[in-house]
């Protein structure tokens, strides 16, 4: 088992600010890093997957950064909106089959 | 496309009962998954299926079964349902192996055992 933690478990920004939150893994045996969104009332949804240390991925106004060595990554959000209000959950895995989620940091966008 | 869907959306059982989760994807992914979802935990991995025919498991087997018999579905069993499987149960599928390849979620189903 994995314990991957993400840090802040909830915050609430204004429209227009940017923000950013954690998650942390252990470094050891790393094998892949995921970011997904998870809106209220529907299903989580992938917006990254990471698997060399460095990488950095970007889609739209959302950007993701991953350091295997230190084992954490951080998600981005640029000029935060109403529609970006949800649970972003991150994932980590060890190996071909395992895959284990943090808790999630809710953000709430106050327009 | 549907893409991930799941049957049913509610249920409540009594202590012992039976019963069975289907879950299909039209997306013809090799490669499907059964998590629950419980308050303030993560999503936790039952089982897992490589392709058809095969089933492993996860962190958390114990009290569950599972079956792939067709590509497109993939069926998470209960034999005899406890309280502590009382839970928001989500399936998923992914075209590559989703440990290390996105995988799309299905809306969710939500279990209560009494």
């Known amino acids: 088992i994995l314990n991957v933690e993400q840090s802040p478990q909830s915050l609430h920004v204004q429209e227009g600010d940017s923000t950013n939150f954690t998650c942390s893994f252990p470094s050891s045996n790393f094998y892949a890093l995921h970011w997904y969104r998870w809106e209220t009332a529907k299903s989580p949804e992938a917006l990254f997957v990471m698997t060399l240390n460095g990488d950095e991925k970007k889609k739209g106004r959302i950007s993701a950064t991953l350091n295997t060595k230190e084992g954490y990554s951080y998600l981005y959000i640029k000029g935060s909106q109403p529609e970006d209000s949800a649970t972003y959950l991150c994932a980590s895995s060890t190996g071909a089959n395992n895959l284990f989620f943090g808790t999630g940091t809710r953000l709430t966008v106050i327009p | 496309n549907a893409g991930v ?103 969710g189903t939500r279990l209560t055992v009494l």
């Open chain 2, 5 to 107: 869907t799941q049957t049913p959306k509610f249920r409540v059982l009594k202590t012992g009962q039976s019963m069975t989760l289907l879950c299909a994807q039209d997306m013809n992914h090799e490669y499907m998954y059964w998590y629950r979802q419980d308050p303030g935990m993560g999503l936790r991995l039952i089982h897992y299926s490589v392709g058809e025919g095969t089933t492993a498991k996860g962190e958390v087997p114990d009290g569950y079964n599972v079956s792939r018999l067709k590509k497109q579905n993939f069926l998470l069993g209960l034999e005899s349902a406890a309280p502590s499987q009382t839970s928001v149960y989500f399936c998923a599928s992914s075209y590559g192996l989703g440990f290390y390849n996105e995988q799309f979620f299905g809306p």
